[in-house]
């Protein structure tokens, strides 16, 4: 049944269908995928050695956090240079080996870029702290008078996501306490200036940088941001970014001008796909109030994408689901784009235990409905990604020791809400103690973050023997979905289904649809399903369960 039907790619063909469209792209967290130097640290020659997994596994590409030189105060998100390989990660030529390895597999890689902020070590940065008040060097970030008669409080009241005051105090190069410089996450990221020329002309020798040496695009770090309000005036809830741990600060983030960036960049890529053909990718992380919102970042101009957070952070509750997937469907396609969607990343609690929260630890009703939830996004039209270990059905680790944690969140705030280390344990790949084939090196290499002795259970050698495992679940979604022309990019039919019950049609008679109550009801088919997310006998569709089928009726 796997190998009935042709390729949708086939069938629309490159010119007419571009690849992004309904692409699914694995997320690759570099320094906890495979360590192959024994430092216990994931990098570049690791996620080459990792492609054939990644094939086999069926996505159409994958996404790299930073790796970039950075002093690692946000593994990677303080970026102090934009165009080389921290030796952490390896270096420009293993770079080269892993992008060349990666199209010979047919997968394309796209890159993890930080435009809003970099590290207090950027070249920019250091000159900055060295320069005088109103200098061109300053002006490249947002540096501001202190308020009150000595300068001694920060310029306005805005918090950072991470906690704290958003603003840091330099002392001058004469010794003096000086002016302060904006940083809207950890004091070691200070934001730059985008109402500065230079700074978009130096991300534009970074795309360029990156696109001359071959990646299909790039992911977009905190798309809703670059510009604050030129003012910087007081916010009306200066805490809203800490205690939410999203953009909300209307100040700081979704200013109107970012879109002039996005468009730039869109005619830089779509000048490299001019010369051969090949269409390069901008998908944004953009964390904004509405769908209305979000829809503007996907104009056919702008973002070929940007990440649908809002499947994420549903509850689950049919009704909840329904909800946002219908406004998505409405505001984003109706711009001519896709809906992006996303149920994991790197910085959000693992869906399986999300799901299972508040109920016991051991239930397996969040892996249930982890494994629906996987199903109903494969189903969804437009483009998915996925978390790496998300298709293992690792849980948040959640009881990491404080001495342990690296988050910066913690380190400024000594409170564990909302730290994102459980989600970025190393992956285990084989054997039944700590590392779990993660690093080469010799016996008792530690990974740099500890793996729980349960992790033997979701090791990819385990879940690759085991039929009935996440594993095969996500690669048996991913297969159907690249044969059956119903599925990927286009429309989307609602069916009538009882309360509790979500269900759908796509193109000629691929239905799907979810239960997200606890007992059994009657399936929308009668037959066999294509294929399912736990046992489903014909005629039933049970409690936390999703389902496919082929309706030829």
Avoid at 96 to 107: M, W
Avoid at 513 to 537: D, I, K, M, Q, R
Wanted: proline fraction near 9%; glycine fraction near 10%; charged fraction near 20%.
């Amino acid at each position: 049944m796997h190998n009935c039907c042709p390729s949708q790619r086939q069938v629309n063909g490159l010119n007419r269908h571009p690849w992004w469209r309904d692409a699914v792209i694995y997320q690759v967290y570099v320094r906890s995928f495979l360590d192959s130097t024994g430092d216990g640290i994931g990098d570049l020659a690791g996620v080459r050695a990792g492609l054939p997994y990644l094939k086999k596994l069926g996505v159409d590409g994958i996404w790299l956090s930073p790796f970039y030189p950075s002093p690692q105060h946000d593994h990677g998100y303080d970026v102090a240079s934009y165009c080389d390989v921290d030796p952490l990660f390896g270096d420009l030529a293993e770079f080269d080996l892993l992008t060349a390895a990666a199209r010979r597999f047919g997968i394309r890689v796209l890159l993890d870029i930080v435009p809003n902020h970099c590290s207090d070590e950027h070249h920019w940065f250091r000159q900055a702290l060295a320069a005088p008040p109103g200098s061109r060097e300053r002006g490249r970030f947002h540096f501001a008078d202190g308020r009150g008669p000595d300068g001694s409080e920060p310029p306005n009241n805005w918090h950072s996501m991470f906690g704290g005051p958003a603003w840091t105090r330099v002392t001058e190069a004469d010794g003096r306490p000086g002016q302060w410089y904006l940083h809207m996450f950890a004091p070691e990221q200070p934001d730059w200036n985008w109402r500065t020329p230079e700074v978009a002309a130096e991300f534009d020798q970074v795309l360029r940088f990156w696109l001359d040496r071959g990646v299909d695009g790039f992911r977009i770090d905190v798309a809703a941001g670059l510009f604050k309000h030129p003012e910087l005036p007081d916010s009306p809830d200066p805490e809203a970014d800490a205690r939410t741990r999203d953009s909300v600060n209307p100040l700081a983030w979704n200013q109107a001008e970012v879109h002039d960036v996005w468009r730039h960049w869109r005619t830089v890529c779509e000048e490299y796909t001019a010369r051969d053909g090949r269409e390069r990718l901008l998908v944004g992380e953009v964390s904004v109030p509405t769908a209305r919102d979000h829809a503007l970042y996907v104009r056919p101009d702008e973002l070929h994408q940007a990440f649908f957070f809002d499947l994420l952070s549903a509850p689950w509750d049919a009704d909840a689901f329904r909800k946002v997937i219908g406004e998505a469907m409405q505001d984003i396609a109706g711009t001519g784009s896709t809906v992006t969607w996303v149920l994991n990343n790197h910085d959000q609690v693992r869906s399986v235990t999300r799901y299972g929260e508040p109920t016991p630890e051991g239930s397996g009703l969040g892996a249930a409905r982890a494994r629906a939830a996987a199903l109903l996004m494969l189903a969804l039209p437009g483009a998915a990604y996925i978390y790496q270990g998300e298709e293992l059905g690792l849980p948040e680790v959640v009881d990491l020791p404080d001495d342990v944690l690296t988050d910066p969140i913690f380190r400024r705030t000594g409170s564990r809400a909302r730290i994102r280390d459980g989600c970025r344990v190393p992956l285990p790949w084989s054997g039944q103690a700590s590392p779990f084939g993660f690093t080469s090196g010799a016996e008792g290499a530690r990974p740099w973050l500890p793996q729980p002795d349960y992790f033997a259970e979701y090791a990819t050698d385990r879940a690759l023997a085991d039929t009935r495992s996440f594993w095969h679940l996500y690669r048996d979604g991913l297969q159907l979905r690249s044969q059956l022309p119903q599925l990927g990019d286009g429309p989307l039919e609602w069916l009538d289904t009882p309360p509790g019950v979500l269900g759908f049609i796509r193109g000629d008679g691929l239905v799907c649809a979810v239960n997200f109550g606890t007992t059994p009801t009657a399936a929308p088919v009668s037959g066999t399903p294509l294929l399912a997310s736990g046992p489903c006998p014909t005629g039933i569709l049970p409690g936390s369960t999703a389902a496919w089928w082929i309706n030829d009726l």
